[in-house]
């Protein structure tokens, strides 16, 4: 946990520790100076209209021209643009009863027109400094367009691969989740607020969204205080920490109580406790919703629940706009509380320069999209987030003496679905597919190139406006069937084959959550025919959460995982199966056997009869297919020699622990060295192993090198479910490294006396 506001009671000895944590970003003064210069002039009903943020697609031209010619709206979304955010712009500077330049605000979740991996590849990298930069890239394309807020970074943590958000975030670890947080927020907003090719990020979805309950996107989530303090904010807090300028609530009841009216956590945990001094927007409809949960009374109602929650600015439900006026006039608001609300909006506006220059200059607009900077950054993601599941008798790289390979599957050559959903502003013809990668990498290869099966969701998805699915073309069960077949006949034809199944981009993210994790239609009896040929078979697969796999892990040689890899997929995707570029991504989601295993995840707290932890079930083992952390590559690493830099370790003090990292095989490759502890008793029970430090290398073939971590003792703190505030234990704690959630290399350390209390 990255937090940290404590006074130290010692059990034996009273001790301070240093603070190592950044400080929530504050408003310059004269940002504040500002806004309250303008406050002092606007009307309630200007004031309210900046509290409201509206929909491009939802308004007629006439009818957002004016919104903003009377003030009645401070940001829109979705307006991609340039020209009409100019033109928009043009009014608020020149008609509005005051000049306020709008906020445009987007999902630029993994790229604007550049797409890059999804966030949960992303984060599989285990590199923040490549999702710091990704996001940078992203960050520049976007606000040459005219957006200055991207909706992202995403970080609810997800241990429930039904949840079709999963794709969306950095998957089911505190510790990872808080690295990727921070590096994502860093890489949105640069060094500064207000830093040219930069923009505000917007941490969503505060909190706990991830647990929906039978991963059911929207439905409820419940978390024990426990999960909430040491698994579920962490992430949040790590971005506000990093600088995060605003945030957005989440749709769901946290714990019976909506997330968007939750004064508990927007109030006492973000402001009060966290110091947060942006501001809060609640997602899409959220507001007018609190009515739907049984919590509002009426949309009224809940306006007013909502407004002293602390949510500043409203998407799309325009209850504040409707009612607020009112609640002000018969002071049940008072203009006090009003101008609370509307002062960070405003002080952002004038961080980020709008004031002085609102307007898009096309022509970097044009310079910046799909460049080839761009594109270039897209393909290294997409390189260092594929993981490698499986590769008996190192069937890949691909053997230089394939002549002829069949490559088959409805995701082979799909523009669409390589982008991945939540890329509304990709175009797919932008896209280079596995198909095109691999055409262009390997000519003289003969392609033999089909779908064999295609695959459809069976309801409409949020998504599709957006971005249509490609039409079915096989409409009869004889096309499904001759079309089954010639891919077999492709196959046998064949020296090997490569499939690339999965799920269609718009069968996960938002309102895609799924009851069944198979591999969807028939991709499942179409690569079991094709094993059964009985030639050389690579899986790849494509898809933004874990699927069921168990048939392929024991039957199909090689299995790489490239998730939705982006605009450049089928380039990286080539490079990684020729292997002029070597995989090197780990899993952040522990893979399931099957569905029945949900929810699912590592750091699960050790309890009776662990050494049976694996056969909980007598059906099935209750072990993940893969762990959390694992993934191979096209050389063998090996770790040796674990050294703790001491055995003992003060309250206020830090260690090392270290390994000997070889990389034994032939070929240059990266491995990411992970360590893991466990404290052995304490107040609460704790998880059987908490990722606490990792660190990605690169070695040539041959090469050794020692790889040491720091452990503060500040990262054994944890906030206990007995006690109820902040603890740090004395005791014996157990140390692993190595390369997967599983890591063998063992030592153990003593934390010094000194509890930690936190009142909270
Ligand atoms: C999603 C948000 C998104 C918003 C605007 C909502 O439905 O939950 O993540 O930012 O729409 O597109």
Known sequence: MSFCRFSVLAVAVSVSLVCIAQKPA????????????????????????????????????????????????????????????????????????????????????????????????????????????AQSMAAREARAAGIHWAFSPMVDIARDARWGRIMEGAGEDPYLGEQMAAAQVRGFQGPYIGAPDYLLACVKHFGGYGAAEGGRDYDSSDISDDLLHNVYLRPYHAAVDAGAATMMSAYMDLNSVPASGNVWLM???????????????????????????GYAADAADAARRVFDAGINMEMTSSTYRKYLPALVASKAISVVQLDDMVRPILEMKYELGLFTNPYVDLDKFKKETLSAEQRASAEHAAEETAILLRNEGHVLPLAKSAKTIALIGP??????DTMGSWSLHGV?????????????????????????????????????????????????????????????????????????????????GERASRATLTLPGNQETLLEAAVAVGKPVVLVLMTGRPLDITWAAENVPAILNVWYPGT??????????????????????????????????????????????????????????????????????????????????????????????????????????????????????????????FTKIRLAAGEERVVTLKLAADELRYWSPSLKHDVLEPGTFDLWMGDDSTAKLHSTFQLDAATIAAKR
């Open 568 to 693: 450049e997929g089928g380039h990286a995707v080539a490079n990684l199966l020729t292997g002029d570029a070597n995989p090197s991504g780990k899993l952040t989601v522990s893979w399931p056997r099957s569905v029945g295993q949900l929810p699912l995840y590592y750091n699960t707290n050790r309890t009776q009869n662990p050494e049976a932890a694996a056969t909980r079930y007598w059906d099935e083992s209750s072990a993940p297919l893969y762990p959390f952390g694992f993934g191979l590559s096209y050389t063998q690493f090996t770790m040796t020699d674990l050294k703790l830099s001491s055995d003992r370790l003060a309250p206020d003090g830090s260690m090392e622990a270290s390994v000997h990292v070889r990389n034994a095989g032939d070929v240059a490759g990266e491995e990411v060295v992970q360590m893991y502890t466990h404290q052995r008793a304490g107040s609460a029970s704790r998880p059987v192993r908490e990722l606490k430090g």
């Open 411 to 416: 995701l082979a050559d799909s523009q669409v």
């Open 267 to 293: 109030q006492d945990v973000l402001r009060k406790e966290w110091g947060f001094k942006g501001f809060v927007v609640s997602d899409w409809d959220a507001v007018k919703s609190l009515t739907v949960h």
């Open 26 to 133: 504050s408003p310059p003064a004269k940002a504040t100076r500002f806004a309250n210069d303008l406050l002092a002039k606007m009307s309630v009903e200007e004031k309210v209209g900046q509290l409201e943020q509206a929909a491009g697609q939802l308004y007629t031209d006439t009818q957002s021209d004016d919104l903003v010619r009377k003030g009645q709206v401070g940001s829109f979304l979705f307006v991609t643009d340039p020209v009409r955010a100019n033109a928009l712009q043009h009014i608020a500077m020149t008609e509005a009863p005051h000049p306020i330049p709008l906020l445009f605000g987007y999902d630029v979740i993994h790229g604007f027109r550049t797409i890059n991996p999804i966030p949960l590849a992303m984060a599989s990298s285990w590199d923040p400094a490549l999702a710091e930069h």
């Open 428 to 508: 797919p013809a932008d896209t280079i597919t596995i198909a095109q990668g691999l055409r262009e990498k390997l000519p003289n290869v003969q392609w033999l190139v089909t779908k064999g099966v295609e695959i459809k969701r069976t309801d409409a998805s949020i998504f599709d406006a957006q971005a249509p699915e490609p039409k079915p073309t096989l409409l009869t069960e004889d096309d499904k069937k001759r079309e089954f077949a010639h891919a077999l006949d492709l196959v046998k034809q064949a020296d090997m084959s490569i499939l690339v199944l999965g799920e269609a981009m718009n069968m996960n």
